[in-house]
């Protein structure tokens, strides 16, 4: 009967568990937040079908303003646009991929840094690291181009060469620096997400901090910033088009300069600009998709 009775009172199994001592409790986190995400979430929330019917609606614009009078057909039009197809394709939209890749390699490259010292110990490299931080991640993407294409010179004297700065090149260190802020952003969050105990572990197995931090925190860092990296891809690669007012020749400036060859035409407004739209939905939409996939599989849970 004794040994019944202290069976029906386990601690912690079928009764309430009392201890001064600290105990970790088991808990669930998840390092990508939802805000983190949201540009992906968006697409990708889109269905296929408002896309199509919005290309199906700019189709029969054409025709209507045909029959206000203007004599220029739907055929004409997209016969139109069918010929300025592999120019805008090969010419332009190449382009604004090139631009928005070296733009998105710079960018981690410096925010990795700017992220890491971040989350340095030395108050005075962490404080400016954070200033940075904040002042490229908060200021406007144009003002930045502006401020870039402004104060970087034209030319560049070099070993007694003058080499010529083209504006893509500017343009790609301006859209860099809001990138490089928002990827510090998520280095520091995914480096502060990894447990202390992981830290204080390391450290009890005498691992200096520069061991711990490329051995050991940041190997598991990778998988996080995945999601969150394509995330802030595929916007950088939806706000390349502004590096046209610029100057620089991608997608939307040669479709500008497509329609002034064809007359000006108003018919061709739409059409035109419909298809830039849809090639972007096009090569954005898989990117969210994927983001979305990698985020559900890379999630960081504790049970």
């Not at 016969?79 to 070296?102: D, E, H, N």
């Not at 990827?183 to 197995?205: C, F, Y």
């Not at 300069?257 to 096009?282: D, G, H, K, W």
Request: net charge positive; charged share 10%; hydrophobic share 50%.
């Amino acid at each position: 009967m004794g040994v019944r009775g202290k069976m029906k009172y386990i601690p912690a199994l079928n009764a309430p568990a009392h201890t001064d001592l600290p105990v970790l409790h088991s808990f669930r986190s998840s390092y990508s937040h939802p805000e983190e995400l949201g540009f992906s979430r968006w697409i990708a929330s889109i269905p296929l079908w408002i896309p199509l019917t919005l290309a199906g609606c700019a189709a029969l614009v054409p025709s209507l303003v045909s029959a206000q009078g203007g004599g220029f057909t739907m055929t004409d039009a997209f016969a139109a646009l069918f010929r300025w197809i592999p120019f805008l394709m090969l010419q332009g939209f190449v382009f604004t991929i090139i631009i928005s890749f070296l733009t998105m390699m710079l960018g981690t490259l410096m925010g990795i840094l700017l992220g890491l010292g971040q989350v340095t110990p030395h108050w005075i490299i962490s404080r400016a690291s954070w200033f940075l931080t904040q002042i490229f991640r908060n200021s406007p993407w144009l003002v930045l181009l502006f401020i870039v294409m402004l104060s970087f010179p034209y030319e560049v004297s070099f070993g007694g060469r003058t080499l010529s700065v083209p504006d893509w090149i500017k343009a790609v260190i301006g859209l860099s620096l809001p990138i490089m802020a928002n990827i510090s952003e998520i280095v520091r969050g995914a480096v502060n997400s990894v447990p202390s105990g992981q830290w204080e572990a390391a450290e009890s197995l005498a691992f200096t901090r520069r061991q711990i931090l490329f051995q050991i925190i940041l190997p598991q860092c990778f998988k996080r910033m995945i999601p969150p990296w394509m995330n802030w891809y595929a916007i950088l690669t939806m706000a390349t088009p502004i590096v046209s007012i610029l100057g620089v020749e991608e997608i939307l400036n040669l479709t500008k300069q497509a329609i002034e060859a064809e007359n000006n035409r108003p018919e061709l407004l739409i059409p035109f600009y419909s298809f830039v739209l849809l090639v972007f939905f096009c090569y954005c939409y898989p990117i969210a998709r994927l983001t979305l996939r990698l985020e559900k599989r890379f999630t960081v849970q504790f049970l």
